[in-house]
């Protein structure tokens, strides 16, 4: 993507097709259509089978082979109930939750000085300091030079593993500068300044107020990074009982382990909960904050992808 | 790109710059020195007898004597009746540290906040020793990287195949463990006199030498675990769901194939067999532990690979997984299999011994229903069947280096507590909890746990496995007599250890070489790779790692006798 | 990574061509006056100097024959020696092979599908339908791998919703989440599901870049709709083809660790062994050593860091922009 799109908007098209167009084809009307609409079925069916299956009735589920089904018959909502029971699911979503909301801030306390700081071409070590972010797109150190860092600095089987060494993502710092550089007037900045003003206060009170939309979007990364946690947790936190959400559903849904004792004493054997309902039911808890936060993702995204964010 | 182009951080030249200062960097080092070549480790050996800075041999007197009396160590006594416990520890050591064992946990880990822990903090005289669970299905792997950390608390416990997943172990362990030998050496009977009544052999069995060349300079880095004694694992029958289908008890390999048949119905969901990794080679003659045999015909040491019942063994896994007798998901490597034999979905379990006296509990108080019982010692090819048993001691606990020494004496004091012997309130306590909480007594006064005490106290390893004076089978006596009688019937034919007197590490080359080899005889026995492949695979094995480590294990050999 | 460029534009009216002349000030006067960004960057810095080129440096081991228990000076450089080692592994060829195979297959089938998605959808006239299709291919890019992985097996595993309904048909079981012999099939479908939404959204916005008039001057002249496709659509969306071929060139190498992790177990080591997860089993998890590991890691870094170097210059070539500019 060039410059020259950031000034460009989304051309809105008209819900009409333009006069010079002529009228596509039959068969190339029937097998768009088609493609698509199996594209979406794709997407779509398994997240309904799962939802349908976390609100079954043991009955229900029984009649239907005891795994997944598309219409439940009978409504329940024990399996919600178990997981947010007290137990070990709780503790998970909770913990998860947790790392979610520092990491981000973290992150976002990260992004935003180095991309203010880093928006003043000409101004000390700027270069220098552009460069050692944007040679982390080109090199990566390697899982274990990594792994003996976190191990070093004394974080392994420590959460803070899982926030520190993920904390900066370099293209989101490069979007944001961008946005700070190309979006914010110049000329206000320069007037805060003639009126005294510190670069703190033109940061909180000029720049960030401006960059609301790209700033959600980002968190927004971050959050869905954080949340999704999987591979740091197996790498350096294999012995914390409490694990973040994606492991225990790995640990619950590529096997038929048993699930963490939901509630204090309540061990695998006595849950409540038909068991493909609990475990429908807990991808259905990973699955709904992303769903939460989706529709803010869309709305600014296309914006951020027209500020040149081409690969996150 | 309306940029122009000077203005670009990202410009070829500055870029190249960067790149190539880090080339010339890398490319700089070997001529620095280029000489110097990779060290692996070669693996070593230890003597574990006539070593005279062991503790000191006192008999420790048992306050009963067996009901049933064995061969030890292949065949334990066993106790059928309960006596009413003796204190074994008169005057309790006050202590007030607070430290941490990290432990291997198959299953459900138990809570940490319950009585029991308590109890027996009190018992001990102030000393907390919280246990942290980890999971045991990959402790031995991540056990490596959790002592690289020191962040294993202030013990591990770790079982005597654990080793194996550690690239050189002697190094490790002298390294990050602390070194026993001046506080245990002498005479220990005054302050744990149940310690000094361990076994001498035992106590060898815990040494490492500092100089991996040097035997010499053999120190204790752990304490010694429990020799349970007999086979350690069983493949467990569920015989209620066998007679609900009128089939009988295999006696032979294809029995158990013909069972399996009869049984599985993948429609209805249910399946004869699941794991068959390491229970079954001894059906077909293969060796345990470090997978090493004496060929007497060639008068040379083979690995199992090399051995004639490997390829029939590997021939039967594929069979019984390309007619569906086994479940599914078993290549996941993930399954609980407990649940699902509990559950009938599995009508075989390998697992470890312990899990038949965790099933009767489990019966006994309405977890689980029907019977489990392990198959005996079969053979094919007319071969004289084999059975492994443990050798030696199961494991150890080692202690982090940097504790001070009154600390590890302190340690020292709940492990004396710890190996307390059957018959002791000490042992009662450990193994059954607190009366009426954890256990109550049945009509007949042996202990029977309650839904709590079978789900704290029956935790496969805890405090009530980091040392044992003297091993006995207990329990429920019904138990107790099958499980003497199950030991009787394979005492003839349990394995012989080659390196008796000896504890040998395999060199890091052949430890990785192992594991690869594993994963490919789980290719071949889950169908994705084909049979015919076996003697690829088995000279890679050798070819990577396996020859050079036939070396190591023969002088092993020799010198475990005396050549 | 067009980011990258997009650093300057606004700022360019004002400093064009002036960054080299530095206003006559000291590097004290400079400091008095930008210590406030300066002192925003630091914690950044301090990340990346912590967590990106601590571990970059730390690569030095693979030079070394590395133990952690001897001190850090202590152990001996030995060359070359682990990568010898490395490519004598028999298993690090497969698991390269695999990681090319994998990383080819995401270029030739999954690259394109997001491209005729976009166009396709940029086809739809109706903006509501456009947009409902458009955040429901979208959403599972935000799913976690183990999600993914999890909805391919609760849907096509031996034990999923179509063995079941197989099953009730008479059928056999689906054994197509465990079958290594097709994985490549079941990786591209995983691809597509989670993947395939973004690629499209970036080519949507591509091709809401292209002046429609084009299209209608194009239209007037007489030309088809496939001549215009390949005549006005194509060219108009190749920098952002050519930008996101050489990103992934550059991470050719890196084609992912969870989905060959999470489903190594089910398809077996020998299909879904690929360079990050050969790290971890053999070294970190392994016995192989933190040498070992650490080598095989930096190949796959200095490799990866030449593609992107290569595919940029023969880029630049082709006369496209690439990822960084020509100076």
Redesign the interface.
Known sequence: MTATDISARPRRRKNTRPVWDDEPTRFGKITKAAFLICYAAAVVIPLWAIVATSFASEDALNRAGGNLLLLPTELSVQAYQEIFSGGALTESLLLTLLLTAGGTALSMVLTIGAAYGLSRPGSLLHRPLLMLVLFTFLFAPGMYPQFLVVQKLGLFDNYMSLILPMALNAFNLIVLRAFFMNSVPTELIDAAKMDGATEFRILFRIVLPMSKAILAVIALFYAVMYWNIYFQAVLYIPGQDTQPIQVVLQRMLMSTQGLPGAAGEVSQYQTQAPDSALKMAVVVCTILPIVIMYPFIQRHFTKAVITGAVKG | ????????????????K??GL?AAG?AG??V?????????SGGSSQATEGLDFLPEYKEWPLPFEPDLVGEPPNHPSAFTSYPEPVPAITDVPSGSGTYEI?VPMW???P?SDDPYYQALFEAWGGTQLNI????GN?FA??S???I??N?FGDAIHMFAWML?????FQ??V???FYDLTDIVSGDISDRWPLLAGLPSSSWGRSVWSTDPDDPETGRIFGIPGPAAGGPGNGFFVRTDLLEADGLEMPTTVDEVLDVARAWTD??A?RWALCGLDYYTPQWFGLPSGDNWWYDEETDTIKHRTEHPGYAEWLEFRRTAWDEGLVH??A??????TQ??H?AGTILFQQDGISWWQTYIDRVNNG?AEGDIQPLGAIATNGRDPLVHVVHGIDGWTFLRKDLEPEQVEEILDVVNFCAAPYGTTEYELLNYGVEGEHFDYGDDGTPVFTE?GT?IVQAPVNYKTLARVANFLQGDPEYVQRRFDYNASVLEYAEVDIFEGMRVEGP?DF??AR??LE??E??VA?G??ELSSIPDMVE?FLG?GGEAAREHYTAAYKAARGE | MAALETSAPAASGRTTGRIPIRRKTTVRQRLRHDWPLLLMTLPAMAQLAVFFYWPSAWNIIAFMDYKPTRPFWENPFVGFGWFERLFSNPYFLPALGNTLQFAFAQLLFVFPLSIVLALLMHSVISTKLRSTFQSIVYLPYFFSWVLVVTVFVQMLGSDGLVSNWLLGLGGDRLGFTSNPDTFMILAWMQWSWKDAGWGMIIFLAALSSINPNLYEAAAVDGASRWKRLWHITLPGIRPVIVLLLILQLGGILTVGFEQYQLQRDAVGFQTTEVLDTFVYYRSIVGTEGASFGTAAGLFKGVIGLVLVLVANNVAHRLGEQGIYQKS
């Open positions: 790109m309306a940029t122009p182009s000077s203005r670009s951080p990202f410009r070829r030249r500055s870029l190249f960067a790149a880090g890398a080092l070997p620095i020195s280029a000489c110097g070549d990779i060290e692996t990290t299953g459900e880990p809570s942290r669970h980890a999971d990959d792997e991540t490596v990287q959790w690289q950390a962040e194996l997943s550690h690239t050189d190094a490790t002298t390294d990050k993948d429609a969901g599914p998901d290549p996941t490597g993930t399954l609980d649940a699902l509990q977890e709590t789900s890091a430890k990785a594991a690869t994963d490919q789980n290719d889950y994705r790779a890679t990577s």
